[in-house]
């Protein structure tokens, strides 16, 4: 399609995003977006979407086949602020011959770097020796209060090799575990030699893990693969961390675990649903850690992932070849 100068190319961003990468965009481009604070309704994003021509959109917006509907023929990209893309209905956007990009690598690091806080943060009780802290619950130094699992001599167990965890287990291994271990559906010989992790099922990795850290895309496969036979294979003294989607474990079998003590802890970066309802019991368990999916928010990862977004747009607009197209 050409574009003239008085009509150029309609892009709809569902949030308000960062300068630099809405500054690219407004070279080029029509640029409208949802400004209010939180995800764009669905109503919202039904009525903007149509005849545009790029969709810049976010984790909690459902791509479907109603979206690309109203869309009309016009969508040429759907650029998503993310590196999971399990919000998108992928085979029907691929059957309506329309681009996606995501945003991986950019955010390796940040997620990788959180993975950890959050780990140490489960298993050392941070938030809850906080809490003593400031509530009066700290009478005096105490032997044995407030101790929890060291990394130092233990098995840390990595499912989900990929670039996030094979990240997470590089950070790990300066605390000095005593064995790394991974399950992914294909060997990564190469990068486990050079980190020093081996390859394990995943029974033998849930029987064997002191710390086990999830990085996996939520896929038909991968859908509650924690379950309550998953959980009642760890050890007792077990720290579980999710920090790629809620939707990899079965909530209800990994209350159960907490609530009976049959792992030591669990720190959450994501859940189901989000955000998770005051009235979940995780609220209530104090081996529990809970953050609101904040994997890849240092700053300068979300203004990279937002340039991103916008370079892939202006690159499928122009007709270039795309920065990180999701081939799947
Ligand atoms: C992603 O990108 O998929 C993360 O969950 C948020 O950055």
Same mark, same amino acid.
């Given at each position: 399609?050409?574009?003239?100068?008085?009509?150029?190319?309609?892009?709809?961003?569902?949030?308000?995003?960062?300068?630099?990468?809405?500054?690219?965009?407004?070279?080029?481009?029509?640029?409208?977006?949802?400004?209010?604070?939180?995800?764009?309704?669905?109503?919202?994003?039904?009525?903007?979407?149509?005849?545009?021509?790029?969709?810049?959109?976010?984790?909690?917006?459902?791509? /479907?086949?109603?979206?690309?509907?109203?869309?009309?023929?016009?969508?040429?990209?759907?650029?998503?602020?993310?590196?999971?893309?399990?919000?998108? /209905?992928?085979?029907?956007?691929?059957?309506?011959?329309?681009?996606?990009?995501?945003?991986? /690598?950019?955010?390796?690091?940040?997620?990788?770097?959180?993975?950890?806080?959050?780990?140490?943060?489960?298993?050392?009780?941070?938030? %809850?020796?906080? %809490?003593?802290?400031?509530?009066?619950?700290?009478?005096?130094?105490?032997?044995?209060?407030?101790?929890?699992?060291?990394?130092?001599?233990?098995?840390?167990?990595?499912?989900?090799?990929?670039?996030?965890?094979?990240?997470?287990?590089?950070?790990?291994?300066?605390?000095?575990?005593?064995?790394?271990?991974?399950?992914?559906?294909?060997?990564?010989?190469?990068?486990?030699?050079?980190?020093?992790?081996?390859?394990?099922?995943? %029974?033998?990795?849930?029987?064997?893990?002191?710390?086990?850290?999830?990085?996996?895309?939520?896929?038909?496969?991968?859908?509650?693969?924690?379950?309550?036979?998953?959980?009642?294979?760890?050890?007792?003294?077990?720290?579980?961390?999710?920090?790629?989607?809620?939707?990899?474990? $079965?909530? $209800?079998?990994?209350?159960?675990?907490?609530?009976?003590?049959?792992?030591?802890?669990?720190?959450?970066?994501?859940?189901?649903?989000?955000?998770?309802?005051?009235?979940?019991?995780?609220?209530?368990?104090?081996?529990?850690?809970?953050?609101?999916?904040?994997?890849?928010?240092?700053? $300068?990862?979300?203004?990279?992932?937002?340039?991103?977004?916008?370079?892939?747009?202006?690159?499928?607009?122009?007709?270039?070849?795309?920065?990180?197209?999701?081939?799947?």
């Amino acid at each position: 399609r050409y574009y003239s100068e008085m009509s150029k190319p309609s892009v709809y961003i569902t949030r308000q995003v960062n300068e630099e990468a809405l500054n690219l965009l407004n070279t080029h481009c029509d640029v409208t977006y949802w400004t209010g604070s939180g995800p764009v309704p669905r109503a919202e994003l039904l009525k903007n979407i149509q005849n545009k021509d790029a969709l810049f959109c976010m984790l909690t917006d459902k791509i /479907d086949s109603e979206v690309l509907d109203k869309a009309g023929n016009n969508l040429k990209i759907i650029a998503t602020m993310s590196v999971g893309y399990d919000h998108l /209905d992928v085979k029907e956007i691929k059957k309506r011959n329309v681009k996606i990009t995501y945003t991986p /690598d950019v955010l390796t690091d940040a997620t990788a770097e959180l993975a950890v806080a959050l780990l140490l943060a489960t298993s050392r009780r941070l938030l %809850e020796a906080n %809490e003593e802290a400031r509530t009066g619950g700290w009478q005096a130094w105490s032997p044995f209060w407030m101790c929890g699992p060291g990394l130092k001599d233990s098995t840390v167990g990595i499912v989900g090799f990929g670039r996030i965890g094979q990240e997470i287990a590089k950070r790990l291994k300066p605390f000095n575990p005593k064995r790394i271990i991974y399950y992914n559906r294909s060997e990564r010989k190469k990068e486990a030699e050079q980190i020093g992790a081996e390859r394990a099922s995943f %029974e033998d990795l849930l029987a064997q893990s002191d710390f086990i850290s999830v990085s996996l895309s939520l896929t038909p496969e991968t859908k509650e693969m924690f379950n309550e036979a998953a959980f009642n294979k760890m050890k007792p003294n077990a720290v579980f961390v999710n920090t790629s989607r809620g939707g990899i474990v $079965e909530q $209800e079998a990994l209350i159960k675990a907490l609530q009976q003590k049959k792992i030591y802890g669990a720190g959450l970066d994501v859940m189901t649903p989000e955000p998770l309802p005051l009235d979940n019991p995780l609220f209530k368990l104090k081996n529990c850690v809970i953050l609101p999916h904040i994997g890849s928010a240092s700053i $300068e990862t979300r203004k990279e992932m937002g340039v991103i977004c916008a370079k892939n747009i202006l690159a499928a607009i122009k007709g270039e070849p795309l920065l990180t197209e999701l081939k799947t």
